[in-house]
DNA sequence: TTGCGCGCTGATACACTGTAACATCATGCG
DNA sequence: CGCATGATGTTACAGTGTATCAGCGCGCAA
């Protein structure tokens, strides 16, 4: 079995986010699609690609706005609809805020985010065995699924060994 | 006005809902702990319980007010807050709405919940394997948990039986 | 009994999250 | 060019949740 991919970064709270690959995935998975990967939308990836934290919308657009500039959220909103419906971030209802994936995975892998209730980075990881259990559970209940969502908040590993360093 | 008690809701998906245990369990609870069930938490819950679906704080309001009597939603939200802390009913986070807690545990045991996106209704089951694989997954991570929410969104036996019915 | 503390509720205001509706702009295409 | 289509800008608004302060009820101690 092998230890899930590439999430090296999770050693630390700040584990360290590539917006580049972020936003390389999303030109990829744009063209292969045919779908516009428009100034906005990669402004906004940028935004919650850069972020080990999840977003808000509002958030968002603070940050894209500037001196003369002014984004509007429901513009923020109609990207991030975008992007979620691709598969490039994920919504985090525990929150309403946004995180962009970090796998390519586009769902159906037993997704699981690790939101730290200390630092606030959000960790995202799968688990083929939920998954599975999931399925059983749900099979044994005569209930066919289209989307799930599990997140756990706790305090994360770096949080645990340095406490309240920031 | 909003549909009340009988259109659909126990049409199906779920046809028993009883208060009168929840408020039970409730008045036990809160023997038990030393705290007070007054009567707009018996009335919050009494409202919540009634339903097979999740009902918004202000859903709650609404239904709990009538002619000369306003329950404003900060109210009820206070209630909610009460009735969640105590495991009495359960927040429902990719829909904003509140649910009754149906069974005893108050948290840790794999409680899943089944949203069927068809007659709105919930179900709550647990799976200890799911909770068990989670605990693991988890410790691979180095992440210790607190809490945690996992809910499904898709389609329930009853609808996949007859759908649409209504 | 009164006075006080404390928790619950009422009420207003407000902040945050999300959507509807419509105008505008860019692009591609016959 | 004229038109269709999709993205964005803009305003307004609905839905969700919180802050704050005031009043109320109830137990408890002096």
């Known amino acids: 079995m092998h230890d899930h991919a590439g999430t090296h ?16 995935r999303a030109e990829a998975v744009c063209r292969a699609r045919d779908l516009q990967f428009t100034r906005l939308r990669r402004d906004v990836l940028e935004v919650v690609a850069s972020q080990a ?11 894209l706005s500037g001196p003369g500039k002014r984004v509007a959220a429901v513009s923020v909103y109609r990207a991030l609809d975008f992007l979620t419906e691709n598969g490039l971030v994920h919504r985090i209802a525990s929150r309403n805020a946004f995180v962009s994936c970090g796998h ?20 995202e990881t799968t688990s083929p065995e939920i998954e599975d259990q999931l399925g059983r559970t749900l099979a044994k209940a005569g209930f066919k699924p289209s989307s799930r969502i599990l997140e756990v908040e706790g305090e994360c590993g770096a949080c645990l060994g340095r406490p309240a360093e920031d």
Do not use: K, M
């Open 9 to 24: 970064a999770e050693a630390g709270c700040h584990g360290h986010h590539r917006p580049e690959e972020a936003l390389a």
């Open 53 to 63: 934290r999840p977003l808000g919308a509002y958030d968002i657009a603070e940050r």
């Open 104 to 123: 390519t995975h586009t769902d159906g892998a037993g997704l699981v985010f690790l939101i730290c209730r200390n630092c606030g980075s959000i960790d």
